[in-house]
Nanobody, 120 residues
Framework: QVQLVESGGGLVQPGGSLRLSCAASGSILSIYVMAWYRQVPGKQRELVANIIGGDNRNYADSVKGRFTISRDNAKNTVYLQMNSLKPEDTAVYYC??????????????WGQGTQVTVSS
């Protein structure tokens, strides 16, 4: 069993900052990619940022220069620092991990989501 638990969402004013965290736990042998996605009602879930290994980071164009993804491999935790937030960043943010379990099963695991609302 693998579990991803997100935290850090909430309500923030435009221009403000939030930091999301996602901790993976369970029968994990190794994690290849950790990522953040977001989804608004009526739209497809979109990739916000991912981190491959420890250093290879990729960002959606809409968040480049404002969001930073980082990872603590020792804690199996990924973070998303979100600065200069805009109302259009409002969404449910989901954590995702591409991993291998101790039974050598390769799988994608998702968190339950955390709401981020940017509004004055």
């Amino acid at each position: 069993q693998v579990q991803l638990v997100e935290s850090g969402g909430g309500l923030v004013q435009p221009g403000g900052s939030l930091r999301l965290s996602c901790a993976a736990s369970g029968s994990i042998l190794s994690i290849y990619v950790m990522a953040w996605y977001r989804q608004v009602p009526g739209k497809q879930r979109e990739l916000v940022a991912n981190i491959i290994g420890g250093d290879n980071r990729n960002y959606a164009d809409s968040v480049k220069g404002r969001f930073t993804i980082s990872r603590d491999n020792a804690k199996n935790t990924v973070y998303l620092q979100m600065n200069s937030l805009k109302p259009e960043d409002t969404a449910v943010y989901y954590c995702n991990a591409d991993l291998k379990t101790t039974s050598l099963r390769r799988m994608l695991s998702w968190g339950q989501g955390t709401q981020v609302t940017v509004s004055s």
